[in-house]
């Protein structure tokens, strides 16, 4: 009986991480569906879907071509739990073209195109506040980096 | 213990079948990671590579004058010849780009064609709920509306995405990215007339130059034999595209109703450089499709 304890344990352990991803990934996916997908109206979603779990303190970097011509909207939408998600737009340079405010929720940024760029949109987590921390829970959630464009 | 644990497996099991009912769901929630991967994760930074899907490049490529013509198609008949999972991949990604090309040129007829042979690489993967009976409705009731055509085929390509990579089949969904990205390409290609060359149309093909290295940095991330071929065919492209110079330079931002982007880098290219371009992607592209 012990045995086949440990061997449940043991597959557990080994498939849970997998699984747990899984599931995280497909909570996500459903989130930006109902919350960030209409908020890029009247802009057309330009088909690449960037999201994903990020826990407090991470950031990430997209790379990105933009056209000339068109006019773009990249709209960062997170989960509360990970609270106020900031983006930046840089340059290849990486010089900041644009930096959302610390106290938006759901930040967006309206730009038209000149000239055809690779542009770098840059998110930042906020750290967890130290109340938090000492419950050793991780305030993980989604983060879905959206643009959508129109002509 | 024994109950403990044994629901504990059970549980984590079922959440797992939830994310294969997402997939299934997906023709409500149309989402998946997209044509994106994640080069690098260490402990505090992500990077994400994207790569423009079909529609957008054939978009940017009519816009620049490139004119439609029905024979730069993959032929139908073909479809019936791709007998691997690699090879219904990239032609469903071919199938897609030919799909968005013809839909943008309002070909209403031929984007019927080209959204079954879709269709049919789908269903040989067995993805059939990319293009269920109501995506093909919503498909045939949206013709003529492009944005709701670029949804549409949108959705059906990241259900094929989410599939993939959540039944451990992420190499077919890189594969599936770079025939699309390969077609459009070959298209936009094509339309030039080498006599007397459209330069906005060469531009458009020497930015491509930006996503060309994305796209490399996407199957990088894959051991799959016919992932590494494909790549090393996207390097030697590479090669040509690397005679086309870049000169960094700072964007600037001029404020008004809505701010613009300009200046930063730009691309040098000249004739020869884009015609070697068309020449070889000709060649990759028609091993693909073979």
């Known amino acids: 009986m012990r045995s086949l304890n440990r061997t449940i344990l043991r597959i557990f352990i080994l498939v849970a991480p997998v699984f747990f991803a899984f599931h995280a990934d497909a909570q996500c996916k459903r989130f930006t569906k109902k919350n960030c997908l209409p908020a890029l109206a009247p802009y057309i979603h330009n088909g690449k879907l960037t999201s994903a779990v990020f826990n407090p303190g991470e950031s990430a970097d997209v790379e990105m071509t ?54 770098i949109i840059q998110v930042s987590i906020p750290q967890m506040e130290e109340s938090v921390q000492k419950t050793n829970l991780v305030q993980n959630g989604c983060v879905a980096i959206m643009v959508g464009v129109k002509n | 213990m024994k109950k403990s644990l044994l629901y504990l497996t059970a549980t984590t099991l079922l959440m797992a079948c939830g994310g294969d009912v997402d997939v299934e769901e997906g023709q409500e929630n149309n989402l998946t990671h997209g044509e994106l991967t994640v080069k690098r994760a260490d402990k505090a930074q992500k990077v994400f590579q994207t790569v423009p899907s079909p529609y957008e490049t054939a978009t940017i490529f009519e816009e620049a004058g490139a004119a439609y013509n029905t024979e730069f198609t993959n032929p139908i008949e073909n479809v019936d010849k791709y007998s691997t999972a690699a090879k219904q991949a990239l032609n469903l990604g071919v199938y897609g780009a030919d799909l968005s090309y013809a839909n943008i040129y309002d070909q209403t007829q031929e984007s019927m064609f080209y959204m079954n042979c879709s269709k049919k690489m789908a269903d040989a993967l067995e993805i059939s709920a990319a293009f269920s009976p109501e995506t093909v409705e919503r498909i045939e009731e949206n013709m003529n509306n492009r944005d709701s055509m670029m949804n549409i085929v949108n ?16 190499n077919l969904s890189a594969l599936i990215i770079a025939g699309g990205w390969i077609e459009g390409l070959y298209l936009g290609t094509k339309s030039i007339n080498r006599e007397t060359p459209n330069e906005g149309l060469m ?48 964007a600037s931002v001029e404020e008004g109703d809505v701010p613009t982007i300009g200046g930063g880098s730009t691309l040098k290219y000249d004739q020869a450089t884009v015609f070697e371009i068309a020449d070889l992607t000709e060649t990759i592209r028609n091993e693909i499709i073979k």
């Open chain 1, 66 to 119: 933009f056209n000339a011509g068109k006019q773009y909207r990249v709209l960062v939408c997170s989960q509360e739990t990970v609270g106020n998600v900031q983006f930046k737009v840089l340059d290849k340079t990486r010089k900041i073209l644009f930096e959302s405010k610390e106290d938006q929720m759901n930040p967006s940024w309206d730009f038209k195109m000149a000239t055809t760029q690779q542009l």
């Open chain 2, 155 to 170: 959705d059906s390509y990241w259900i094929c995405d989410a599939y993939l990579k959540e039944n451990g089949q992420d």
């Open chain 2, 203 to 250: 531009q458009r093909i020497a930015d491509q130059k930006y996503s060309l290295n994305n796209l490399i940095d996407l199957m990088g991330s894959y051991d799959d034999e016919e992932v590494q071929h494909i790549k090393t065919e996207l390097e030697k492209l590479k090669k040509v595209f690397d005679k086309i110079e870049e000169q960094e330079g700072e």
